[in-house]
Each structure stands twice: as structure tokens, then as C-alpha cells.
């Protein structure tokens, strides 16, 4: 340890932490000392079980619209840093990534180990001291232009030149991750706007089917409702799972449903599960079906376009039993059935909570920094990069590679300029 003085302190030490300062130790002059401080027992838990253990590590095509945020400040934030810019990157590093058919890229070694030794290996070559167990509770900023910032953290107060503030957001709590930046952000001056959990799974009342088909995925359309509006839809992979619902598709959708429940909102969520089809056409597809084949089971009817056992829980949903023969359907019974086939509604009771939240929509906005440097508009010398801010992306690497570029911009910037104390 460097006593109690650095020229540089970076609170945090996931994704954003270590990579700006990886950058900011690249960037600076010969001497200039930079401390982590991590109130985790161990760095990178959630590079460690990112990507089931694989750490998707970003994505083959980054954009604006994979991210709710400011669209003009992502844009340029990866126009700073962009995927290739994170390929090289991981290269120079040691970590070769590879494409997978999703576009999400991984370690080729398949094990998100590779891509965390390779950082803390990177940040050891470079003279970074890292301390764990030292979370960080008070970020004094300095009262004249003379004077240093104090971090003030478990293991006492540390003085510092600049601050980087790379503390994450709520989800996964037990990785160290538990909000507690934005408290110290507020004290600064900050605001922070409201936060949610985001990709996080969705839960089911028990009474529904969904643990019946536990493990069964399949390609869906998903639509949420609020106040009476469509707020969002896409067509992707759902998974039914013993408590709800779960899979890209309902993970990239929670987000929606969470924030309008959490101001008040009852949301809908409305699920086609024969995406692109619309009432009228899988109407007469059934009609065409039945009229061809009246002493057919609706079973085997439905069971063309679904798995049998898919097709007997969405007949029982609809309120009708597997084995009737086409010809004893009624028109209303078969237009229920049409309507849960493609407007079948979700009741969703809550979602699965921040332990299962891969992100954080919500933090501080992005209206307060300055987006070429990750300057704070209300404290200078101090940068904040990843989760913290208001910025969270869909499933599929763009959250790490979010993690990544403000790491560059803050880093290179802390670190550049007029040499601190
Ligand atoms: C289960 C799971 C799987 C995921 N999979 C992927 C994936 O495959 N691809 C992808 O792109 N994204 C994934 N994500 C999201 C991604 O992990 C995060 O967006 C990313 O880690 C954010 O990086 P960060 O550095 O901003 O924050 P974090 O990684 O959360 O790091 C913040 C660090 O700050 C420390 N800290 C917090 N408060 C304090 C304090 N007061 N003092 C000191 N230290 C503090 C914490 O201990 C932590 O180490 C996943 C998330 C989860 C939970």
C-alpha cells in the first residue's frame, strides 16, 4: 500500500472499475499511483458468472437503440470505444474472443476466468494496487483548488488528486454491488434517478401453466402494456421455468414491466406464440385445419404447430379438453383458443429480485457528465463510468461492453491532463 495518498483512486473494481484503471494506468505519466478500492472479499464475481460462466464479454454489433439511455451520448461513447476497439483490447491482453451465432462474443476459452485473470494480471504488471474487503463510504471533494479529494473506506482515509466512481448498480448484491455509490453521488451533488431491476426473469402466479412446461423454450412475441399503451415489443426466445417466465426475450421485456410497476402502473404483459401471425390468420388456419379434419382431437389439430405437450397445456389454458373432436368446438370456445395462441396474457406477480437482475436501469444521469472524458458536471476530478450511470442494455455482451468504454474514457481522462497531487 501506498500510505495514505494516491493520485488516483477508483472505488469499485468490477468491469468498469478495473478497466479504467487499466487505462488510466496506460495512459499515465511514470510514478503516478493508482489504488482500487473494492468493498468485496474478492474481485469480479459478476465477470465470474456473466454469461453462465462464459462472460459474454460484448457483442459483434453494438448501437445506440441496444440501450436505454441518452442515444446521443452512447453514440458517442462507442464511437470512442467501439467493439473492434474491445476485440483489440482483449487481444492485447491475452484474451482471444470468438463469435457465437447469437453475435454475442465470448473468451475462447469459454470460461469467464480467462477474461478476470487476464484484467487483475494487467493491472498487476502496471503497478495497480487493488485492496478488497475496503468499501468505500464518504467521497470528500476537495475544498479549494489545492486541496485532495479523501476517500473515506474501511481501512481509513485516502487523499487522492482525481476519482474515478465505478461502483455498479443494485443487481446481484452479494457481489458487492448493492447501490451504495449513489449515495455517495448524491452527497456530491448528483441525482440519481429512480432504479429498477433489469434482465431479470418475471414470476408467475402458481396457478398458471408455466411449471408444467419447465425447460420448454420457444420463439414468442411479447408485448408489454402500460396506461393503456404498447411501451415495448419484440419477438425472441421465451423459457417457461418453475416459477415463471425467463429467456432473452422476457429478460430484455422485464425492464419495461418493472419501471411501469414500480411508478404505480399495473403492466400487461401479452405474449403471441406464433409470432408474426395475427388473430385473423391463425383463425383460419385453425377453421381450414378442422373443416379438413372434423373427427381430429383439437390435439392433434394444435399439435401441428406446437410440441403435443405444449399443444395439451394451451388447449386445458383455454379451457378445453385435448381429446374433443374438431366438429364439437364451438365457434367461441375455438376463437379462446385463437386469442391465448396469440394474445395470450401473462399475469405476471412481481419480478424475481435483485439477485436475479443482471443490471440496473436507473443511476445518475447521463446529463451530468461530460460523455468525451466521464467528468462529473457537478465535481471535477471526479469521473464515473459503468452500471452507475442511467444507461443499462439489452441481453448479449452490451452491458459489459458499456463497462468497457466508459472504463477507457474515464481512465485515459483521470489519468491524462495536468498531473495530480
Ligand atoms: C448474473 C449476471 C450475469 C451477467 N451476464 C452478463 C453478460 O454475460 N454480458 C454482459 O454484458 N453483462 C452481463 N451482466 C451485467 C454486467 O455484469 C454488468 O453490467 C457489469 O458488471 C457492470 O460493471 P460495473 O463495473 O459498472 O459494476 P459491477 O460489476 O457491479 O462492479 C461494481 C464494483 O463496485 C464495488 N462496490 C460497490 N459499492 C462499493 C463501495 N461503496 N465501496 C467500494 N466498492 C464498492 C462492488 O463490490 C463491485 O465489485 C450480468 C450480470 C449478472 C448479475
Partial sequence: MHGDAADLVVVGGGAAGLAAAIFAAETAPAGFRIVVLDGAKTLGAKILVAGGGRCNVTHHEVRPGDFNGSQHVVRNVFSAFDVAA????????????????????????????????ALL????????????????????????????FQILYAGGVLHCGRVIVATGGRSL?????????????????????????????LVLPPQMFHAALAGVSQEVELSVFAGGKRIDQRTGSLLWTHFGISGPVVMDASRHWTVAFDTGVVPTLRCNLLPGQSFQQVEQWLIQ??????????????????????????LRHAGIDPATVAS????????????????????????????????????????????????????????????????DGRIGGFNFQWAWATGYLAGRAAAGGNAPR
Fill in 289 to 314: 385445419s378442422m373443416t379438413n379434419r372434423p373427427k381430429a382431437s383439437m390435439l392433434t389439430h394444435l399439435s401441428q404447430r406446437f410440441t403435443e405437450r405444449m399443444a395439451a397445456v394451451l
Fill in 328 to 391: 364439437q368446438l364451438t365457434r367461441e370456445a375455438r376463437r379462446t383458443l385463437v386469442h391465448a395462441l396469440t394474445a395470450l396474457v401473462l399475469p405476471v406477480e412481481r419480478h424475481r429480485g435483485w439477485n436475479y437482475a443482471e443490471v440496473t436501469a436507473g443511476g445518475v444521469p447521463l446529463s451530468e457528465i461530460d460523455f468525451r472524458t466521464m467528468q462529473s458536471r457537478k465535481v471535477p476530478g471526479l469521473y464515473l463510468a459503468g452500471e452507475v450511470l442511467d444507461c
Fill in 86 to 117: 474491445t476485440v483489440r483490447w482483449f487481444a492485447s491482453l491475452g484474451v482471444e474472443l470468438k463469435r457465437e451465432p447469437t453475435g454475442k462474443l465470448f473468451p475462447a476459452s469459454n470460461s469467464a476466468r480467462t477474461v478476470l485473470r
Fill in 121 to 148: 494480471d494487467r493491472c498487476d504488471a502496471l503497478g495497480v494496487t487493488l485492496l478488497t474487503s475496503s468499501r468505500v463510504t464518504r467521497i470528500v471533494p476537495p475544498l479549494d483548488a489545492d486541496r485532495s
Fill in 173 to 201: 448484491p452479494r457481489s458487492g454491488s448493492d447501490g451504495s455509490g449513489w449515495e455517495i453521488l448524491r452527497e456530491l451533488g448528483h441525482t440519481v434517478t429512480p432504479t429498477h431491476a433489469a434482465l431479470v426473469p
